[in-house]
């Protein structure tokens, strides 16, 4: 009896001890990993993930997180460089840049391996539920394969990065990344105006022509004078074409309008092809041409978004959205009274020859004598000998006759009142007309054409005919 229970009990205890070994071999439920960011340690390997053929077609899709979609095309047979796109628009782009992303993208070897067969909870934790940025590299035959980033492993450090569906996980650099990760405002050559400052000349300096069509039907037309035209004017350097002619306040117009076209430098991409414009103020926007000697652009101007402080605007040729936030745009506001200047003609004494001012009851001709170095000596009215400061303050009254205002007025039938004519050296004349349009205001047309302003009776005695009393 004792016997059979020795054996009983030596079988009980193998039967116990095969339960636990085989439990021992029972598949078990890996644990979660401690927190998100899981590995921070990574195999010593490193491996190629995508090495791509160099020197044949290819177009690379960047799909970010937070952004437009856009592609970097390659293709040896249209010659060297790159085409940036965006909803079929090819856009102007810096091809250094291009260049570095595009290599970047087709070249993922020699990476650290992190892990070659990595598990869901770990895909997971690596970011690649909801990837940072995706590429798509595109081969001539149709085929892609597409690649994914993940979380940064840490501050510093790479990214965690795989092919598509790939159980395998590298870190990709983490300045290669960012250079995946750049939105296509920052691959997109953003620049307005082309003239970078020099040494001699401000940006200001190149433009020729401005012209600034406002939304409510109001058109401002601005253009340099060349040197010499200036010169042989006595003008200023710009000069108003629309609303109306008349020589411009330099200052004025380089402060308003043309050093702030010099510094717009759009920064983001907000919208590609956008089919509603009216949130950006783009669908009755302000029209800016500018043009130099060998270069001309339009930039249509909307509204200004406070929140992101800047300016939507778009260049035309490319139905980008863009958001400027370069500073104000004064411009849009100006009128063209605040452009012109009071003074309608700047000749030098030393340029005229003779001035004759017709007055409603007679006529005076002053004639300038000058020495050999055409400084002014003498002069004479009508028969009256004049001496050299009574010469020059004649002609500074006639120079004097300036603009109180601005008129909505036409050229009436009835003949001037008052009219000054400079006879110049070169055997030109300049020639300036008052109009009467009211009882105290008088319309100024210069060389027949309406300067759109007017100068007030008490201003035209002040500067014109008061002088002429004190002679008397």
């Keep these: ?54 020197g044949k077609y290819h177009r690379v899709v960047f799909t970010p997180a937070d952004g437009i979609s856009y592609e970097i095309v390659y293709d040896p047979a249209t010659g ?25 993208a087709i070249r993922l070897s020699q990476l650290p391996c992190v892990t070659m067969e990595a598990s869901d909870v770990q895909l997971t934790n690596f970011g690649f539920d909801e990837p940072l940025a995706t590429w798509r590299i595109y081969y001539e035959d149709g085929s892609f394969t597409t690649v994914e980033v993940g979380k940064q492993q840490g501050a510093g450090s790479g990214y965690y990065t795989r092919l598509a569906d790939s159980r395998e996980v590298f870190l990709l650099g983490e300045a290669r990344t960012e250079h995946m990760l750049l939105p296509l405002g920052e691959l997109y050559d953003l620049t307005f105006f082309p003239y970078p400052p020099d040494d001699e000349d401000p940006p200001s300096e190149y433009i ?26 006595g003008a200023s350097r710009y000069v108003l074409e629309q609303p109306y002619v008349q ?37 009755n926007p302000a029209r800016l041409t500018v043009e130099t000697d060998d270069w001309s652009g339009t930039l249509l101007i909307g509204n200004h978004d406070a929140a992101l402080g800047g300016r939507y605007i778009m260049m035309e040729g490319y139905d ?51 020495d050999a170095e055409g400084s002014v000596i003498a002069g004479r009215l009508d028969d009256r000998e004049l001496s050299e400061s009574e ?7 006639a120079l004097s006759v300036r603009v109180s205002g601005a008129a909505d007025a036409a050229i009436p039938d009835a003949a001037p009142e008052y009219v000054i004519t400079m006879n110049l050296n070169d055997g030109s004349s300049d020639k300036l007309e008052l109009y009467r349009i009211a009882d105290s205001q008088f319309l100024l047309v210069h060389n027949g054409v309406n300067t759109g302003t007017y100068i007030t009776r008490a201003a035209l005695h002040s500067a014109l005919l008061g002088p002429f009393e004190a002679l008397e």
Excluded at 217 to 224: A, F, Q
């Design 1 to 54: 009896m004792r016997k059979k229970t020795l054996i009983i009990g030596t079988i009980v205890i193998a039967v116990v001890a095969l339960g636990i070994a085989a439990l021992s071999l029972w598949p078990q439920t890996p644990a979660e990993p401690p927190d998100a960011e899981l590995v921070q340690t990574q195999t010593s390997q490193t491996g190629d993930m995508l090495r791509v053929e160099s």
């Design 80 to 104: 060297p460089g790159y085409e940036l796109v965006a909803e079929n628009v090819i856009f102007p782009a810096n091809q250094d840049l291009l260049n570095t992303v595009y290599n970047y």
């Design 208 to 233: 020729t022509r401005l012209l600034l069509e406002k939304p409510d039907g109001e058109i401002i037309e601005v253009l340099k004078r060349p040197d010499d035209e200036a010169l042989d004017f």
């Design 247 to 283: 020589n411009c306040n330099d200052s004025a117009v380089r402060r308003i309008m043309l050093e702030p076209v010099t510094l717009i430098n759009p920064t983001a991409v907000v919208a590609v092809q956008a089919p509603d414009l009216s949130p950006y103020g783009l669908d």
């Design 320 to 370: 980008a959205v863009l958001l400027d936030k370069s500073g104000e745009y004064p411009f849009l506001d100006v009128k063209a009274d605040e452009l012109r200047a009071t003074l309608l003609w700047l000749h030098p004494i030393s340029s005229v020859a003779s001035i004759i001012f017709e007055f409603p009851d007679d006529t005076h001709t002053l004639l300038i004598e000058q």
């Design 391 to 397: 010469t020059k303050r004649l002609f500074t009254a």
